[in-house]
Structure formats: C-alpha cells, structure tokens
C-alpha cells in the first residue's frame, strides 16, 4: 500500500522526512529531519546530528510523502501505538 495524503496516519512514520510546523513548545518548531523513532507518544527526529523527542499530541508535523508531496498531520491523530496504528484491519480511527 502506497503512502497517501489520506492514509498517513496509517503508515510507518520512521524514515519519512518530517518537520514541526506548530508545537505548544516553542522551542520544538522548526526542527526538521529524519523520522527516526516513534513511541505512543513521541516521535525522535534526527536533526543536526541528534535524535530530539517531539511530543505528538501538543505540535503538527509536515511529512514530505515519498513522491515529494508535502502532507501537513496534526499530532493528535498519531497519538497511539505505531503498531496498533497501522494495523490494516478491523475498526480503526485512523482510517
């Protein structure tokens, strides 16, 4: 299955290049590199030479897709086990 603007939230997020638009934390926006990392509720980006922890829920993120497109998510909807994010099956709120 191919990364879509609308199936994102769907998808591995580690390895997608990724930038904090917005973030309660100041000091959070701006930072942009490599998806290294994702726990329930933080993703690690590689910027500068170091992985930085980024809340999800409090910032919103603008992925750029393999095809180059640029996707704008709110946190919030990343907010949960990567695992149980991308299951493919059953009811799922990020669908």
Do not use: Y
């Not at 191919?2 to 930072?31: C, D, K, Q, W, Y």
């Not at 993703?43 to 030479?49: A, H």
């Not at 086990?81 to 299951?87: F, I, L, M, S, V």
């Amino acid at each position: 299955m191919n990364v879509r603007p609308t199936t994102l939230p769907r998808h591995e997020l580690v390895g997608l290049p990724v930038e904090v638009r917005t973030a309660s934390n100041p000091a959070f926006e701006g930072i942009s590199g490599e998806c290294v990392m994702e726990t329930t509720q933080t993703l690690g980006i590689e910027s500068e030479g170091r992985v930085r922890q980024v809340p999800k829920e409090a910032a919103e993120f603008a992925w750029t897709l393999p095809s180059g497109e640029v996707v704008a998510t709110a946190g919030s909807r990343l907010v949960a086990r990567p695992a149980r994010r991308t299951e493919h099956r059953g009811d799922s709120k990020w669908r």
